[in-house]
Each structure stands twice: as structure tokens, then as C-alpha cells.
């Protein structure tokens, strides 16, 4: 599943296409992804002017000038594809501007997802009302980690892939900044000392920005808007090194947890 900074970089790439653009078409080609698409998409958002996009967590939004703003989540293998030579039958979106560029919202598998809402509503949408804070914000910080982990008996790694813990966290990451920090993935949540959590969030911060610099991980199913892959994979520390040395020397270990697989050094985290 694409994560943060996949999403971030997919915003990043959709930005020089569609912000300050007039939209002449924007034409859902089924009725549903993993939920039903707004059967008004297509008369809200034609005609209407893109003025700006951002993400929240895993989400993508593109905010226009009626006051809507359409939010996609990339689901397991969603990506935009810019100006394609070719339509695919996995092409769910396609959306067209003044100025002749052409998107189109591809996703096999069809668990992303496709919302239109009021844009002064935005904090009111479903999921965005249960999200902890951004970890890349300034409002992420060890004592807001510490009092959201108090007391809590379950593993570190699956207590940071709770988003009403922090929002947007995903395997990979999480992986890779609880082995920068020298922290056991299966140690409880509210045992973890604040001294561990003051390395810790700056570690889930470097980690994302790091990857969002280098264009997202390359997953099976993901690219980016311009259709190249993200090459951060050849950065991780532990995520799929399984068998292989740790930076600090250990051999690093999978184990599974939440039905995710985990990968984790014991000599260097615990």
C-alpha cells in the first residue's frame, strides 16, 4: 500500500498539472472503487478551478473554487498517471484542463476511494475526525507520543500504526525508525521511556522526509504521477533485509505482527 510519502510525493507531482487549472472534464468511469463515487462528481468539479492541493495522512485533496475538495485515497495499488498515450481498463478517473492536460486515476485492485466534500468541512470528514496529529507537523512531538502511549500494554510498532495515534505511518516506515532508534518493535507502548521516544520522533520524521526526497518507496504496484519509481528501497535499513546485516553489525529478523510482516534487528533494538 502506498504510504506518506508516496501520497506526498503523488501531490507533489499532480501540483505543476493541476493547480490554478480550469477542469473540462472530469469523468468517473465506474460507479464504485471500494466505496461508491459520489454520483455528482462529475457536475461538481467541471468548470471548476483547482486552487490548491495537500495531503492528510494517506490522503490526497484537491481543493477547487466552488468550495469542494475531492479526496483519494491510492487504496493498494492506486496511482495517477499523467498525459497517458493509452486509456487502460483499470483507468477509474480521468480528468481533462483548459490547457490540454490529461490525469487519469488507475487502480487495479480498486480499494482506493474517491470523496467529494465541502472544503470548510474537511476536518469533519469520516476518517480525518479520528486521525492523530501529522508526524511531519510541528504538533508531533515525544510528550504528545508519551501521553498517547500511556499505560498502553500493546507492541510500540502497532501502537504507531494506530492513526489516532499519529496519522499516516505505515509498515515501512515504522520499521525503518524503530530500528534508527534502537527500539524493539514488540516492547508495550507505555514502557517505552521518554528518553527512547525523544529519538524516536525524530527519527519517524527524517525517515519520511528522507523518502518523500527520494520519490517514495518502490512498491509492486506503485509509481509516480510522471510514471517513474520511487527509489528510496535502496535506503532501508531492516524493511525486506531479512538474513542481512543490520547497519550496526546484527543480522536482521522477520517476524509477524498485526499480519504484517516485521523486520527488526534484536542486537541494536531493544
Known amino acids: 500500500m502506498p504510504e506518506l510519502p508516496e501520497v506526498e510525493t503523488t501531490i507533489r507531482g499532480l501540483r505543476p498539472c493541476l493547480e490554478g487549472e480550469v477542469l473540462t472534464l472530469v469523468e468517473p468511469r465506474r460507479a464504485d472503487l471500494r466505496r461508491p463515487i459520489p454520483v455528482d462528481l462529475r457536475q461538481r468539479m467541471t468548470g471548476a478551478r483547482v486552487i490548491g492541493l495537500s495531503r492528510r495522512a494517506k490522503y490526497g485533496l484537491i481543493h477547487t473554487d466552488r468550495g469542494d475538495s475531492l479526496i483519494f485515497h491510492l487504496g493498494m495499488s492506486g496511482r495517477w498517471r499523467i498525459a497517458p498515450e493509452e486509456p487502460d481498463k483499470h483507468d477509474h478517473l480521468i480528468i481533462e484542463t483548459v490547457s490540454g492536460q490529461r490525469l487519469v486515476l488507475n487502480d487495479p485492485r480498486r480499494f482506493g476511494s474517491l470523496d467529494l466534500v465541502p472544503t470548510e468541512a474537511i476536518a469533519e470528514f469520516g476518517p480525518f475526525t479520528r486521525m492523530g496529529p501529522e508526524p511531519l507537523s510541528d504538533d508531533f512531538t515525544?510528550?504528545?507520543?508519551?501521553r498517547a502511549l500511556k499505560d498502553r500494554a500493546a507492541?510500540?510498532?502497532?501502537?504507531l500504526?494506530?492513526?489516532k495515534i499519529v496519522a499516516g505511518l505505515g509498515n515501512i516506515y515504522v520499521c525503518e525508525a524503530l530500528n534508527m532508534a534502537g527500539i524493539s518493535p514488540t516492547r508495550p507502548g507505555g514502557k517505552v521511556s521518554v528518553a527512547a521516544l525523544a529519538r524516536l520522533v525524530p527519527m519517524i520524521k527524517q525517515v519520511l522526509a528522507a523518502a518523500i526526497e527520494a520519490g517514495g518507496s518502490t512498491l509492486r504496484?506503485?509509481?509516480r504521477p510522471d510514471g517513474e519509481l520511487g527509489y528510496f528501497f535502496k535506503q532501508w535499513r531492516v524493511?525486506?533485509?531479512?538474513g542481512e546485516r543490520c547497519p550496526c553489525g546484527g543480522e536482521v529478523l522477520r517476524r509477524v505482527d498485526g499480519g504484517r510482516s516485521t523486520f527488526y534487528c534484536p542486537t541494536c533494538q531493544k
Open 155 to 159: 507492541p510500540i510498532k502497532l501502537m
Open 221 to 223: 504496484d506503485y509509481a
Open 142 to 146: 515525544p510528550s504528545v507520543l508519551a
Open 161 to 163: 500504526l494506530d492513526q
Open 239 to 242: 524493511y525486506g533485509q531479512e
